[in-house]
């Protein structure tokens, strides 16, 4: 997913460890703003961070970047998270003069979830590395980019958090447990709740690299090339639709095509672990069942307007939670109809709509892209 997405497109600890922790986030943000960096890496620096499991990462630190320049009101905030795998450099194309974050309007705040390889993950830890790592959850990453917002931007409000795929799911979340802190909700290609489908999906490429010889209970230093060629299969059947690989590769091409996928990914049980951690927040994944309520009425603890952006046809993220969700409140939804799947943002624009709904969330109605 971090290969095909990249193509298109926390509980706080006790305050006085909280401000404290604040004191330093602050610091190191406000030194990579004098340096002048537009869209340059930042790093917030929180301590410990508390999990909703009661687990806790030590020394946690939450990579982002701003770019735009927040107004007076600050009132124009958009908060824009990463996919699963995905990484705050990767969202730098769709930030920019007329983009669809346009910083010429909005200041726009790109967030590395947890786990991604630069905010703290498995692979970085100097104290929990690899499977010491604890697992955390869709509602942790949220909260920690809760508390850049808060604590480290001094944000009182965002005009908007919006977000692909494993960010889809954390818009979501956001809506649901900061129903006042946003204007407007925009979740793409994501779920408030993991189907069966998809804890199939997901457990199925965990299993592929725990499989690996050179797994070794999250300890291996060499590459896993069996796991992650497995693993890139399942991913690339999933992330697009049996009528777009039909019609893109013939089947004299597939060797071709299959060595190509088998070879797209690559890295050794530390940077397995953090693709399992991301894994395992996502199959976790339910915002009703945090509430303890059904799907719908956990849909009506949302104040934001909310654009639901879903495709048939995606066989990554089942859109049918997505769906019951926007039906329960009445949001609309745009459905593009494309054979792309999980993919279609890549297949069909929707740029122009989704910045109109930023600029006029009264202006979009329900409608099928082709």
């Given amino acids: 997913m971090t290969r095909t997405l990249g193509i298109v497109c926390a509980v706080l600890a006790f305050f006085c460890t909280r401000d404290a922790a604040r004191g330093q986030a602050l610091a190191r943000s406000q030194d990579a703003s004098r340096r002048g960096e537009e869209g340059g890496q930042q790093f917030a620096d929180f301590g410990d961070l508390k999990l909703q499991s009661g687990a806790v990462i030590h020394d946690f630190h939450l990579g982002y970047r701003t770019l735009g320049t927040l107004n007076a009101e600050k009132s124009n905030a958009i908060l824009w998270p990463t996919w699963l795998g995905g990484q705050s450099q990767g ?51 949220v909260e920690s980019e809760y508390r850049l917002a808060t604590g480290v931007l001094g944000l009182t409000h965002l005009h908007a958090v919006m977000g692909v795929s494993m960010a889809g799911m954390q818009v979501f979340e956001w809506a649901v447990a900061y129903p006042d802190f946003m204007d407007v909700a925009i979740p793409m290609m994501g779920s408030p709740q993991s189907t069966s489908y998809d804890k199939l999906l997901w457990t199925s490429q965990i299993d592929a690299l725990e499989l690996d010889p050179e797994w070794r209970d999250g300890n291996g230093t060499k590459p896993m090339v069996s796991g992650f060629g497995v693993f890139s299969e399942i991913g690339s059947m999933a992330n697009s639709s049996p009528a777009f690989r039909v019609a893109q590769t013939k089947p004299e ?23 399992i951690r991301q894994r395992q927040a996502i199959i976790a994944l339910d915002v009703a069942g945090e509430f303890s309520m059904t799907l719908e009425q956990v849909a009506k603890r949302v104040h ?22 926007a039906e329960a409140i009445g949001a609309p939804v745009m459905t593009l109809d494309s054979a792309c799947g999980h993919n279609s943002p890549s297949c069909i624009s929707t740029g122009p709509i989704v910045a109109k709904f930023l600029a006029d969330p009264g202006s979009a109605k329900s409608v099928t892209l082709h």
């Fill in 304 to 325: 934001a307007k909310m654009l639901v952006i879903i495709s048939p046809e995606d066989h990554t993220v089942n859109p049918s939670p997505a769906l019951a969700f």
């Fill in 253 to 275: 091409q597939s060797a071709t095509f299959l060595a190509k996928t088998r070879s797209s990914e690559t890295s050794n049980a530390a940077g397995a672990c953090n693709v």
């Fill in 91 to 141: 969202l730098l194309q769709f930030a920019g003069p007329g983009n669809v974050a346009d910083t010429t309007k909005y200041f726009v705040v790109l967030v590395d979830a947890i786990g991604d390889g630069v905010s703290s993950s498995p692979s970085n830890s100097k104290t929990q590395a690899r499977l010491k790592f604890p697992e955390f959850t869709i509602r942790d990453m």
